[in-house]
């Protein structure tokens, strides 16, 4: 008699139940998501698991909407993230913007505007990193900073193809 033996591997997909808190206590939850963060800047991702603790200067989500089946991003500052017992809780210090995928390409006019802004961005940077040799004032310290934010935001909505998402889009 000849044994044959069977192995089963089971992805376990925990969804969680996803909640946002932002500037103003303006609050948003997805009830059935999944939970990753961007990793080094490319198109890598982790998953978030339970029982972890997060905080981010700066951080670009991606949340997979299993309900309405779509794929949302979200570039938010000052982030914390807890997850425990397949609750997200998520507390940031800006407003709230989803982005999504789209098909740019170099025709299209929306990249080019994004190219030229992180162009502009580098250079206002760079002229405030020579000028911070010789000492910058508070409100161009904090510039810098925001500068540096918004190179990171515009960069991935570059290497991504990420644009913001209005809720009239199906």
Known sequence: MKMIMITMVVFMNHNYNIQITLLENKKF?????????NVNEENTWQ????NTVLAYEIILLKIVDDDYKKTFYLFLKNTHISV??????????NDLHFFIKDGLNKKNNHKKELVDKYKNITNNILELEAKQQLGLT?????????LKQEQYITNMQIRLNLVEYKKDEK
């Open 29 to 37: 939850n997805i009830d059935n998501g999944l939970l990753y963060v």
């Open 47 to 50: 998953k978030i698991e339970n």
């Open 84 to 93: 425990l017992n397949n609750i997200v809780k998520i507390q940031a210090l």
């Open 138 to 146: 508070l409100s161009e310290f904090l510039d810098l900073d925001n």
